[in-house]
C-alpha cells in the first residue's frame, strides 16, 4: 500500500499552497487532484484575469469578511498575507497591480493561466509530489483519527495527516462537486446549510431577451422582502457598482454583492430596484426635476433622465412607461403627481421578484464547515486527529474583489505549516 507523510486532496488554491508550504519545512507531500490540471478555477476565476488578492491591511481586508470570518481569519491573514502571496508571485516574475478599487490582478499579459504556472513552479521547487486525474472516493479514519484516503480507482493511500481543500461545489465543472463536504458529514464534522453567494439573481418576470447584455453602470442595487400585498417591503442589502442584465435576470457587480443575503432569507420571498441616483435622496431628485422643468419648459421631460448618466438611453422609455409618464410631456406640462412617479422610479426601478439564486452559477458557495469545529490558529479540525481544512470548503464567503482567494491562501498556508510540523512530531 502506498502512503505519503501528508496528503493533500485539491489542488485548487488552498490546497497547492498548502502542499508548497509543507513541502517547504521538508515534508514529504503528496497532491491528489481529481481534474487533469492544477487550479481550474483559479483560471476562470476574475473572467480569466484572476483577481489574486485585495490591497490594503490586513484589518482592512479582514474587515470586508462577515464578523465570525474575520474573527476566524485573523490569525491565518496575518500569517501569510496579501504582501506575502504577491512575492511568491514576483518571485517567479510576474508583476501586478492594484486597481483604484483595490483589487489586484497580474499585469498584462500575464492572467489567471500564468498564476496557475507560478503556482506549479513553486510546487516543483519544494518537491511536492502531484497526482493528476485522481480523485478521492472517501477518508477513512480510525479511533477518530486520519488513516487513510481511498481513490475511487480503489487504490488507498496511508496517511496521518490529511488536508482536505476541495473547495465548494459551485462551477461543478472546475472539479468543485462538494466531495469534501459529503466525507466530513459522514465522518460527523457539522456542516452550516450550503447557500447561493456572489451569484446572479433570476427574475420573475423574466427580462426581455434583447435586454440581455445591456450594462446599468453606477447604479445601487436593493434587494427588500415582499410584503402580503406584493409591494416592495424592508430592506435586506444594497450594494453600489455596475449590473448587467442577463436572459434570466440580473448579474454583475451589485447582483453577486446582494445575493447571499437574499438566498439567506429564503423561502421568505425578495425582489430588487435599481437606483439610478443613489447620491441624491428621492426629494433632492424630485426638487431638480421641477428646476429642470422650469427652466426647460418646451422640452421634452426625457432628456432629463437621458442625461442620467447610468441610465442607458434605450431605457428611458421603459422607465417613462414605468412611471406613468407619457413620453412626449414636455417641462411645462409635467403634473406635481408625475414629477414624484418620475423621481420615485429613478430612485427605486423594480427589476422583479427574485425566482432562484443558482448556488452552482456562484463564485463562491457560503455554509460548509462549521468555524467552530476548526482552529482558526492551526487548521486542525477539532474533530479528527490529523485533519487539516482550508479554504472554500470553510464557512467562509468574503465579497468580490480578490477577498476568497485571500482566504484560500491564507488559510492553505496555515493548514500546511501545520501539517508539516505536526507530522515532524
Ligand atoms: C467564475 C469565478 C470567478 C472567481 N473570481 C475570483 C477572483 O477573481 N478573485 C477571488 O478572490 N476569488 C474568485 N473566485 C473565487 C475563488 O476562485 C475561490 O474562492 C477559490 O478558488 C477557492 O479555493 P479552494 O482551493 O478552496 O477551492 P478550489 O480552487 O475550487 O479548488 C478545489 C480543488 O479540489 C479539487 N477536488 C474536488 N473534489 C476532489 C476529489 N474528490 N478528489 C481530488 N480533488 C478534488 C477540485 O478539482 C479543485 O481543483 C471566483 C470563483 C468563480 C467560480
Not at 484589518?59 to 476566524?72: G, K, Y
Not at 478521492?136 to 479514519?141: I, Q
Not at 459522514?186 to 423574466?206: E, I, T, W
Not at 421578484?353 to 463562491?364: A, D, F, K, T
Request: contains cysteine; glycine residues 10%.
Amino acid at each position: 500500500m502506498k502512503s505519503a507523510s501528508i496528503v493533500v486532496i485539491g489542488g485548487g488554491a488552498a490546497g497547492m499552497i498548502a502542499a508548497y508550504r509543507a513541502a517547504t519545512l521538508g515534508a514529504d507531500v503528496l497532491l491528489l487532484e481529481k481534474k487533469s490540471r492544477l487550479g481550474t478555477k483559479i483560471l476562470i476565476s476574475g473572467g480569466g484575469k484572476c483577481n489574486v488578492a485585495h490591497a490594503g491591511t490586513i484589518e482592512e481586508v479582514r474587515a470586508r469578511f462577515r464578523p465570525n470570518e474575520a474573527r476566524f481569519l485573523r490569525p491565518s491573514f496575518y500569517r501569510f498575507t496579501n504582501t506575502q502571496f504577491l512575492e511568491m508571485l514576483t518571485a517567479k516574475g510576474m508583476e501586478t497591480y492594484t486597481r483604484p478599487d483595490g483589487r489586484i490582478f497580474p499585469v498584462p499579459p500575464f492572467d489567471a493561466k500564468d498564476v496557475v504556472a507560478v503556482l506549479e513552479a513553486h510546487l516543483r521547487d519544494a518537491g511536492v509530489r502531484v497526482r493528476l486525474d485522481a480523485p478521492v472516493a472517501s477518508v477513512r479514519t480510525s479511533d477518530a483519527a486520519v488513516t487513510s484516503v481511498a481513490l475511487e480507482s480503489g487504490e488507498v493511500i496511508e496517511t496521518a495527516h490529511l488536508i482536505i481543500a476541495t473547495g465548494g461545489s459551485s462551477y461543478p465543472a472546475t472539479g468543485t462537486t462538494g466531495d469534501g463536504w459529503r466525507w466530513l458529514e459522514s465522518l460527523g464534522h457539522p456542516l452550516v446549510p450550503l447557500r447561493a453567494a456572489l451569484a446572479p439573481l433570476y427574475l420573475d418576470p423574466v427580462p426581455p431577451a434583447d435586454w440581455s447584455g445591456v450594462a446599468l453602470r453606477d447604479c445601487v442595487l436593493r434587494a427588500r422582502g415582499l410584503n402580503a400585498d406584493g409591494s416592495p417591503g424592508k430592506e435586506r442589502m444594497k450594494w453600489r457598482g455596475d449590473m448587467l442584465w442577463t436572459h434570466k435576470g440580473v448579474s454583475g457587480p451589485v447582483a453577486l454583492g446582494v445575493s447571499r443575503e437574499i438566498a439567506e432569507t429564503i423561502p421568505a420571498e425578495s425582489m430588487v430596484e435599481a437606483d439610478f441616483l443613489p447620491d441624491e435622496p428621492f426629494e433632492k431628485v424630485s426638487e431638480r426635476l421641477l428646476s429642470h422643468t422650469k427652466a426647460y419648459p418646451r422640452r421634452a421631460v426625457t432628456d432629463f433622465v437621458d442625461a442620467i448618466e447610468s441610465v442607458p438611453s434605450r431605457f428611458v422609455r421603459v422607465l417613462m412607461d414605468d412611471a406613468q409618464v407619457d413620453v412626449s410631456t414636455k417641462g411645462a406640462y409635467l403634473q406635481a403627481k408625475e414629477r414624484n412617479r418620475l423621481a420615485s422610479t429613478l430612485k427605486g426601478w423594480r427589476l422583479g421578484r427574485v425566482r432562484h439564486v443558482p448556488l452552482e452559477r456562484g463564485e463562491v458557495v457560503a455554509g460548509g464547515v462549521s468555524l467552530g469545529d476548526v482552529d482558526a490558529q492551526t487548521m486542525r479540525s477539532s474533530k479528527l486527529r490529523g485533519l487539516y481544512l482550508c479554504g472554500e470548503i470553510l464557512d467562509i464567503a468574503g465579497p468580490v474583489g480578490g477577498y476568497n482567494l485571500q482566504a484560500a491562501w491564507s488559510t492553505g498556508y496555515v493548514a500546511g505549516e501545520t501539517a508539516a510540523k505536526d507530522a515532524a512530531g
